[in-house]
């Protein structure tokens, strides 16, 4: 039987009872009345009690265990709780470690067992009550916090690409003007052009990754590489800033580390190229100098901080020396959290945002591993960190070069004064070395022979709202000796695809009329008669984040390109996609 009446306008705690024995249940009611609660419904079963709470949606149930019916109380608290959210405390005579477990099992807020005396009911509910405010509250606090999350991610995205469309015009602009610049102050004056906005790009990809890397959006992906490999690629990429500061650069790997290992190389080459980089910049004279090791073997106290994980892997030790400035001792810990430099007025002599070091310390955590340095004011600083890689599977080492072939290859010997390869050295670039975005920028156009097709000449078609964007890439199309024809939008791509043979077309993704995504969905779909459905397609974008690349192949796309272009990296995709469709003769 169910004894019901509207919820007061109180603002007294609403309660319902559910207990089988009326006389119970009206005792209860009375003593929780006396105490200042409200009961707007009493009710016998577990069916009843279920369709009370979602009707009145009480702040607390007393629930007894034992109930007439089908439905039990524990039953009828499991479901009240997961429909409705309201806190149930049970009431009960049976106290046995069987009926307790089962009870625990629907989460309840608290547990009395009859008979019990007022203050125990009192502060039973009280508690309860209390907690499920908690909860509440910190339930809202979590949803709004995931979707600030949510927003934010959404807003750095969108300004990501916005950035990057502006900068994609600065800066392939920039280099075209190069190209046509005789006068030795005009390069002078572009080349300043340049230094700032890869300044600008490398701030902005920091940014994004310390705010993904704080919403924890960030992942590793693992996959087998070579770690002399790594080293070299970030040495190669401050050869041109080391040699116009007159620094020697040298690197070294350990000839007993695995040639192959596993792990993540693009997260492992932000951190090293970050360090080696500051080295760099922060030195005048002198050397900067990488040297890689393993864990030492024999049992020690670094072995068992840093242990060397599964068999065949290997926990590595990193070390970046230099001969700068130096760091004091009071900063050497501080230097790793966000917004943090080495002094007051290193941000306004050196530039940087004090976001490098952070990140580079989440990242190795990430990796298993930890970051520290040491230093000597003015005589030059030493950072190390470590990193656990797993064993690389035996298809990929059967295959790797030995660890004791020279580390520089035929583009610098393992110890060598840092020098461009090819005559003078360009006008050094700050922040010519690999990120996780791709920051570095090769030599500018100026720099590439006119002529160097990877076989023969291809007829792309470049689809891109940007008047600007579309002439930086048929000029770089044209340089490598391929013909191309614009469009402004997916339509307008459309129609010049039926009207006319292509090779291959770049593709914007967001364009107004129709989008790259609906674009290329026609053309797979042979929606549009004279348009090939296996037509190369390739992704021309700046939405340039994690899982982007991916994204953009999952649908559809054959290759990908992101903005800032980078003539390097422009080439050598499309002719990737050509090899792949058969366009041009493979190797």
């Known amino acids: ?199 600008l790009l490398a701030l902005l990809n920091d940014v994004l990754d310390f705010s993904r890397l704080e919403a924890r959006q960030i992942r590793l992906v693992e996959r087998p590489f070579e770690p002399a490999a790594v080293v070299r690629k970030v040495m190669r990429s401050v050869q041109s800033e080391a040699a116009r500061r007159g620094l020697a650069l040298s690197w070294r790997v350990a000839p007993e580390i695995p040639p192959m290992l596993a792990g993540d190389p693009v997260r492992l080459t932000q951190v090293l190229a970050n360090l080696v980089g500051n080295a760099v910049k922060f030195t005048h004279a002198g050397v900067v100098s990488v040297e890689v090791a393993p864990v030492p073997s024999p049992p020690s106290l670094f072995e068992s901080l840093f242990p060397p994980g599964e068999p065949g892997g290997a926990t590595l030790l990193f070390t970046v020396r230099d001969t700068g400035i130096g760091i004091a001792e009071d900063r050497l810990e501080s230097i790793f959290d966000m917004y943090a430099q080495a002094s007051e007025d290193t941000g306004a002599t050196y530039g940087g945002a004090g976001l490098g070091l952070a990140i580079c310390r989440q990242l190795v955590g990430m990796m298993g591993g930890s970051i520290w340095a040491r230093s000597t004011p003015g005589a030059g600083s030493s950072f190390h960190f470590t990193c656990r890689l797993r064993p690389a599977p035996a298809a990929q080492a059967g295959v790797a070069r030995a660890a004791t072939t020279a580390p520089g290859g035929p583009d610098c010997p393992p110890t060598c004064p840092a020098a461009p390869a090819g005559g003078a050295p360009r006008p050094a670039r700050p922040h010519d070395q690999p990120s996780a975005h791709s920051a570095s920028r090769p030599a500018p156009l100026s720099d590439l022979q006119p002529g160097e097709p990877a076989g023969r000449s291809l007829h792309v078609l470049v689809a891109d709202d940007s008047e600007v964007a579309r002439t930086i890439a048929a000029r770089l199309l044209q340089r490598r000796g391929h013909t191309c024809s614009t469009a402004q939008d997916g339509v307008e791509a459309l129609t010049r695809l039926a009207a006319e043979r292509f090779d291959l077309v770049l593709l914007n993704v967001e364009m107004p009329r129709m989008n790259g995504f609906e674009t290329l969905r026609r053309i797979r779909n042979s929606m549009h008669p004279g348009v090939s459905p296996a037509l190369p397609v390739v992704a021309m974008t700046a939405h340039a984040l994690a899982g982007d690349r991916e994204r953009m192949l999952a649908a559809g796309m054959d290759g990908y390109v992101a903005k800032p272009i980078q003539p390097a990296a422009f080439h050598e995709e499309i002719a990737r996609v050509a090899r792949l469709a058969g366009l041009v003769r493979q190797g």
């Open 1 to 199: 039987m169910t004894q019901s009446q509207p919820i007061p306008e109180s603002s007294r705690p609403s309660v319902v009872i559910v207990d089988d024995e009326q006389i119970v249940a009206l005792d209860i009611r009375r003593t929780l009345e006396r105490l200042g609660y409200a009961v707007p419904a009493m009710a016998a079963d577990g069916e009843e009690a279920v369709r009370v709470a979602g009707e009145l949606r009480p702040d607390l149930v007393l629930m007894d265990i034992r109930l007439r019916g089908t439905m039990d109380g524990i039953e009828a608290a499991g479901r009240i709780s997961t429909q409705y959210g309201v806190p149930v405390v049970f009431l009960t005579a049976f106290s046995d470690a069987a009926t307790l477990e089962r009870a625990k099992s629907c989460g309840p807020f608290g547990f009395l067992v009859k008979p019990f005396e007022e203050r125990e009911l009192h502060s039973t509910i009280e508690v309860a009550l209390l907690k499920h405010r908690a909860v509440r509250e910190l339930d809202e606090a979590r949803r709004a916090a995931e979707n600030a999350s949510i927003a934010k991610s959404a807003f750095l995205a969108g300004m990501s690409h916005e950035i990057r469309n502006s900068l994609n015009g600065i800066l392939g602009m920039t280099d075209l003007a190069l190209e046509s610049a005789g006068d030795e102050e005009q390069r002078d004056h572009l080349v300043t052009v340049l230094e700032s906005a890869e300044t």
